[in-house]
């Protein structure tokens, strides 16, 4: 079905354009044509193409783990983008689990000034988030070879003619030093680009995948290779998702030695989770694509990579859910290199010549924590293009990661100054009125992001959780409610109902529905801590002691310097009549956080 038709069409409207290289080591006749040229700008560690879909404007994220391309449920719902049932089952599998699909067909498609009718799309998968409406797939990817150069803002789509003995990294200097892997051969049931690394000496399958922000090894393939979590030196590392519906559990672990083709690291961290993969033993992600420049020979079978410097692997531990109180560094190189701080740039002699090259550039800096890279790449898009509010936002990110909330915020405000309708510069300016204890200017930014957002926007839930930090929860309940409402299936469904949750439980309205939030969150990821202390919060209010110190002692048991756990159960205890035990639960919460009993009272929450 659209598997057959979608990329073909792509293809035959592509514009062929002969490239004056000269690949070394290449057959004199070898002659590699561009057939389009992708611009993609790192948001965080996702690779974001913009297109436009019946004529307004969306983001995708190049996946190449993704077989076809995708549109998520809301976001078929917000353009009005008619579903129906494929003409056999479709399953989507990935990180968090599989879920069932339909199919939409977008009657005009623009993706790099392409003009395409009537493509077929998948709809299913959670949302990608950073306001991207899916994912492009292997149907757009894989029509011919294709060149990943993130480090420089760009996918090129390339038709080789003649080349199959040639070698294809047409951009190797000849002192620079490259690899080469065979992979295995695309089919339309399986076009994914995959080949083999080693791992402590084993061999392991891996899947080249953009769509995932940071490479990946499976819990079976590190045991094989001698690794679990519970290895010295191995450290939880959050949660990861994907287009699945759950969410599962990571940490970052030592290995002795890893090799993909001519390329090895020694003494290296790799993250590793709890995630089956039908046939591959890793993802190598978007981060590995950052750091180096790919490309994928597939009328060769074969993958060509050079190394950009910096980091081969993202090691950041993933960030803890936002969890609502009463108030409500760079990682070491994988490979001994230097740090991300320390690069120069990119191993090319490419540079931008035009202000959104400068931006897509900046953005990859960004991605790899280089901000001091990316702040220079965006002041120099904003001096050659100052009508454009994007670079403003994306210079401001960059400066508020680099601990430079003044120079962020004057970029939020010249954003907002060139288009006061600009969701996300709300969103940020009013997380730095908050910081700043303006809470009058943040609940205006946000209550003007709510007004501009769509009603099925990702971004509900960034707006819900500012507002919850601002202490505004009546609003911040609203826009979980709006969130839920159209990501019945997203893996973060579980943090926004416990969110809910606590939200109602500390206002003390709606506590049987707080008390079913709270309960379907640990159905979906049971005895998690946060989970279960606003549980605890809820059954306190209901009354019920007995359970609401059962949760926090569960609570307290994983996180022993809790403090709003400590003081809950502190209530509890008092509440119960074990005034002394009570009591000391209070003074240890109040050792760790010593304003949290005003804290506590401004909700009602007294012994």
């Known amino acids: ?30 002659l590699i044509g561009k057939m389009a040229e992708l611009p993609v700008t790192m948001t965080g560690m996702k690779p974001m193409v913009a297109a436009k879909v ?35 089952r479709i399953t989507i599998a990935g990180i968090g689990g599989t879920s069932s699909a339909l199919v939409t067909t977008v009657k005009d498609f623009m993706l790099a000034d392409i003009p ?24 757009v990817l894989k029509v011919g070879d294709v060149e990943y150069d993130l480090a420089n803002g760009v996918i090129r789509l390339m038709r080789p003619d003649d080349c199959r003995r040639s070698m294809m990294a047409y951009w190797v200097q000849p002192s620079q030093a490259f690899s080469v892997i065979n992979i295995e051969e695309a089919t339309p049931v399986n076009p994914h680009t995959q080949g083999f690394a080693y791992l402590n000496g084993k061999r392991i399958r891996v899947l080249f995948d953009t769509g995932a922000s940071t490479s990946l090894l499976t819990l079976h393939a590190a045991e094989r290779a001698g690794v679990t979590p519970q290895t010295e030196g191995a450290v939880p590392a959050g949660f ?68 950009n410097g910096g980091p081969v692997f993202n090691l950041e531990r993933a960030p803890s859910p936002p969890t609502m109180t009463a ?63 994007q670079y403003f936002y994306e210079r401001g990110v960059a400066r508020l990661s680099n601990h430079m909330p003044t120079l962020a915020m004057l970029d939020f405000n010249e954003t907002l100054k060139l288009r006061p309708e600009h969701v996300a510069a709300r969103v940020a300016r009013a997380e730095l009125r908050i910081a700043a204890r303006d809470r009058d200017g943040a609940i205006a930014d946000l209550d003007a992001a709510d007004r501009g ?27 979980f409610t709006l969130w839920l409402d159209t990501h019945e299936r997203d893996g973060r469904k579980a943090d926004v109902l416990s969110g809910r949750c606590r939200a109602r439980a500390l206002l003390d309205v709606e506590l049987e529905k707080a008390l079913d939030d ?54 509890g205890k008092i509440h119960k009549g074990d005034a002394a035990a009570g009591q000391a639960d209070l003074a240890a919460a109040t050792g760790l956080q010593p304003r949290i009993a005003d804290e506590a009272k401004r909700f009602g929450l007294i012994p």
């Open 453 to 479: 957002a769509a009603k099925e926007a990702d971004i509900r839930l960034q707006v819900g959780n500012s507002y919850a930090h601002s202490g505004a929860l009546e609003p911040a309940i609203n826009q």
């Open 518 to 571: 709270c309960n379907a969150a640990l159905q979906l990821r049971p005895n998690t801590p946060h989970f279960l202390e606003s549980r605890g919060l809820v059954r306190l209010r209901l009354g019920d002691f007995e359970r609401s110190i059962a949760d926090y002692d569960l609570v307290i048991k994983e996180q022993p310097k809790n403090a709003w756990a400590l003081y809950g159960r502190g209530l």
């Open 54 to 88: 019946n004529g307004a404007e969306a983001l995708f994220v190049a996946d190449s783990g993704a077989f076809f391309s995708l549109i998520t449920p809301a976001s078929a719902a917000a353009f009005d983008l008619k579903t129906r049932a494929s003409p056999f």
């Open 240 to 307: 990861t998702r994907g287009v699945g519906t759950g969410a599962i559990k990571t940490w970052i672990a030592p290995f002795a030695h890893f090799k993909v083709g001519d390329e090895e690291v020694r003494n290296t961290m790799l993250r590793i989770g709890d995630l089956r993969l039908e046939d591959s033993d890793m993802l190598i992600g978007a981060d590995f694509f950052l750091s180096h420049r790919i490309y994928v020979a597939n009328q060769q079978r074969r993958l060509y990579f050079t190394y």
């Open 116 to 139: 395409l009718t009537n493509v077929d799309f998948i709809v299913g998968g959670n949302d990608p988030g950073s306001g991207a409406i899916g994912y492009l797939g292997q149907n």
């Open 327 to 389: 108030a409500a560094g760079d990682s070491p190189p994988a490979d001994g290199t230097t740090d991300a701080a320390g690069t120069e740039g990119s191993a090319t002699s490419e540079q931008p010549t035009d202000a959104a090259g400068f931006a897509r550039r900046g953005a990859a800096f960004a991605a790899r924590n280089n901000y001091k890279q990316a702040i220079a790449d965006f002041t120099r898009a904003c001096e050659m293009d100052p009508s454009q509010p």
């Open 1 to 30: 079905m659209t598997a057959r038709h979608a990329a073909p069409s792509f293809a035959a409207a592509l514009t062929l354009a002969a490239l004056a290289v000269a690949p070394r080591a290449a057959l004199a006749k070898c």
